[in-house]
């Protein structure tokens, strides 16, 4: 612990320090890897060397002030932090309760928290020396922001995107390729994002000597899920000082919960304060049945053991991975990070699910009401807000964490909030070309 | 068990991976195996994520998915192979799938149906992501087989040797399974460092040829090819069991050397084998 000392740095540490001490204390000796019972590194002997080795680079990196000196320049020139924290005051007129602010987290460069983690890891990466990286990307957020990013420090970059989800997320590929980056098509397995995470993996346990992989969120054999935390902690960081500038302690936080590195990395500051509550909503998608959604907590996943990690998937009773559904690609994910899977035993953070047509519902409402515009994924954070505010008096506050814009999702969005109208423009298009 | 394969040379573990193309094709497959001489049967229980395994066993798995793979009828599978053949069975697998049926009740089945070895390459050796699963089988009277690289620091190869494991499993490069390697001096030198210990060494990786087979087999105990199979019944599928286990026997026997002859025979192999054992594997 590095005591009380002002600035987001020393924060970070600290929350770091508590974080490792809390799980030592639940799980016992040699598990320093562990969050209760989820967490681990369950890999092949081939990758325990490259994994060894990022884990030393990791902790003397965000332990050495030039590495934060850079990281936070790059921050603050590039991705434009710190991003800004709004009131909601017209939704919070019209529904009454709580106050809601809204973290824009959504206009850092790229369009999504992702490029936080990705300025990290690949900062990190060519301080260890590596000319390559390689990532997965299922909506293509993590994608363009790793594409972004290397483009900037001169890394190559090689990007694995399942076939369905290139199909699904046009405009992204054309993006990431406009940064320079090849973008690898997965027909494996059900062409989505837990296949391009399998052929990532598999691409690294042959490349890692050169090559970095830049894995997108708080998932993953260790030390992936205590890195991209640590990396995405900026976001609670800023909250933190943002509320304390408006002399606001919120009642609660909310956020949407895919692997969940925006949730984490918004929740890490506020975990030892017990009063602020801590909301991770999943993607409840068209139903509880498999297959026709993507909610893990709540008694839906099983513990297992999936992409070198054990916390709570959606499996079948023999452990194969089950499919998934969501309108939103990138909570389209069958497994949830550790940490937030140990949170969610605990009570510590409580979970709920939004539909796919109230995630569409709430991103209309917030973009009429308030010219917000969320990302499908954030919007099932929004969806939640309105119930929880409720639940407060106009004296409170609470605050919901907007990860992504919503430009990238005009063509679902379009197709089923304007299914007319873009058939036209679609056919129009065509034509004139 | 101790005697495995004809003395004095080195024996072959030949993979397949369980209901690929169908539970059918796959039981005859490794009978087909068996009848050309291999020692032992490595058979892979498929998972829906394989992320040690390279396109030809992946495309296996998720095939084997489609036709109706259980674990029940994988072990069921296997119970009626061990009834039809004395050749050692080691049955691989993931975590995933162990863990989803219990480490526990996963090696107590596998031991009940005739099982002689288990490997899980993402379950390794150090205790705190095991899950047991290496003193569950010592229990059971079986062995969970560890997995080193070649050239891997020398606390992993202490693990190993520690442990006082019966067999080990040496990847011989990086990478996933059926991408091709070069047998370099450092691995033979690992690989002989290893067998030096008194562990039978399995060690395998892209091997697909009788010469390959003879320059490993030099620095290993067996010879694990796995892809060449999963090709082969691949490439034979669509004709039914009985192709497949036609094209099987066919590569089987290549590999070991022709049907198997007196162990003369095999003596003289191995002088003709002293070379250094570099080559392509």
Redesign the interface.
């Given at each position: 612990m590095q005591g009380q000392a002002d600035g987001p740095r020393r924060a970070a540490e600290s929350d770091s320090d508590k974080g490792r001490r809390g799980r030592q204390g639940a799980a016992g000796q040699?598990?320093h890897d562990?969050f209760g019972e989820f967490g681990?590194?369950?890999?092949?002997?081939?990758l325990?060397?490259p994994l060894d080795e990022l884990e030393i680079a990791f902790d003397e990196a965000i332990s050495d002030s030039a590495f934060q000196r850079e990281l936070d320049g790059v921050l603050r020139d590039y991705v434009g932090r710190p991003t800004p924290l709004i009131a909601a005051d017209r939704i919070s007129d019209q529904i009454g309760g709580a106050r809601i602010y809204v973290k824009q987290e959504g206009l850092a460069a790229t369009g999504a928290h992702k490029v936080n983690n990705a300025v990290g890891q690949a900062l990190l990466a060519r301080r260890m020396g590596k000319s390559r990286i390689i990532a997965e990307t299922g909506a293509g957020q993590h994608g363009v922001a790793v594409a972004a990013v290397c483009a900037r420090l001169g890394l190559a970059c090689d990007v694995y995107m399942g076939e369905l989800d290139m199909r699904r997320q046009k405009p992204n590929v054309f993006w990431m390729e406009r940064y320079g980056a090849r973008v690898l098509p997965v027909a494996?397995?059900s062409a989505t994002l837990?296949?391009a995470v399998?052929e990532a993996?598999?691409d690294w346990?042959?490349?890692?000597e050169d090559t970095h992989y830049l894995l997108g969120s708080v998932l993953g054999p260790s030390p992936f899920p205590d890195m991209v935390r640590e990396f995405q902690a900026v976001i609670g960081r800023e909250t933190q000082a943002q509320c304390a500038e408006r002399g606001i302690e919120p009642a609660a936080l909310l956020a949407c919960v895919g692997g969940g590195s925006n949730a984490i990395g918004f929740f890490s500051p506020y975990l030892e304060n017990e009063g602020t509550r801590l909301i991770g909503v999943e993607a409840g998608g068209r139903g509880t049945d498999p297959g026709e959604h993507a909610a893990r907590m709540r008694g839906l996943g099983?513990?297992?053991?999936?992409?070198?990690y054990?916390s709570l998937f959606l499996?079948d009773?023999?452990?194969?991975?089950l499919p998934t559904h969501s309108v939103s690609a990138g909570l389209d994910y069958p497994g949830i990070g550790p940490q937030l899977a140990h949170l969610g035993r605990t009570g510590r953070v409580e979970f709920r699910r939004a539909t796919d047509q109230e995630a569409l519902e709430a991103l209309d409402y917030f973009a009429r009401t308030e010219g917000l515009l969320f990302a499908l994924e954030s919007a099932h954070g929004a969806a939640a807000a309105p119930a929880v505010a409720m639940e407060y008096s106009n004296d409170q506050a609470i605050v919901l964490n907007m990860s992504g814009r919503g430009d990238k999702d005009l063509f679902i969005g379009a197709r089923e909030l304007d299914r007319e109208g873009w058939k036209r423009f679609l056919k129009e298009e065509y034509e004139s070309l | 068990m101790s005697a495995i394969g004809p003395a004095g040379r080195a024996s072959l573990m030949a993979h397949l991976v369980a209901y690929y193309p169908d539970r059918e094709s796959s039981f005859h497959t490794a009978l087909g195996l068996v009848d050309a001489g291999v020692d032992f049967l490595e058979i892979q229980f498929p998972f829906s994520d394989p992320t040690a395994d390279g396109p030809a066993i992946q495309e296996a798995c998720a095939t084997a998915l489609e036709t109706g793979f259980t674990m029940a009828g994988g072990f069921q599978l296997v119970g009626e192979l061990a009834q039809r053949t004395d050749r050692p069975i080691m049955l691989m697998s993931y975590a995933g799938p162990v863990f989803a049926r219990g480490v526990a009740r996963f090696v107590s089945e596998a031991a009940e149906r005739g099982v002689a070895g288990l490997i899980v390459p993402d379950l390794p050796l150090d205790p705190q992501y095991n899950e047991g699963l290496f003193e569950a089988a010592r229990g059971a009277g079986i062995e969970a087989v560890p997995v080193v690289v070649a050239g891997a620091p020398e606390e992993r190869v202490r693990l190993v040797l520690e442990w006082e494991a019966r067999y080990v499993y040496v990847a011989l490069r990086r990478g996933t399974t059926g991408d091709q390697t070069t047998l370099t001096p450092e691995a033979v030198a690992f690989l002989d460092r290893i067998r030096s210990a008194g562990v039978y060494t399995f060690a395998g990786f892209g091997v697909s040829s009788r010469e390959q087979v003879e320059q490993l087999g030099a620095h290993a105990d067996s010879v694990v090819v796995g892809s060449a199979f999963v090709r082969t019944v691949h490439a034979r599928k669509e004709y039914g069991p009985a192709q497949v286990r036609n094209g099987v026997y066919h590569l089987a026997a290549e590999l070991v050397g022709g049907p198997r002859g007196p162990a003369s025979r095999n003596g003289r192999r191995r002088r003709g084998r002293s070379r250094s054992g570099l080559g392509r594997l």
């Open positions: 040699g598990r562990f681990g590194r369950y890999v092949a002997e081939v325990r060397s494996g397995g837990k296949d399998n993996l598999r346990s042959a490349s890692f099983r513990p297992g053991i999936v992409h070198g054990k499996l009773e023999d452990g194969q991975v | -």
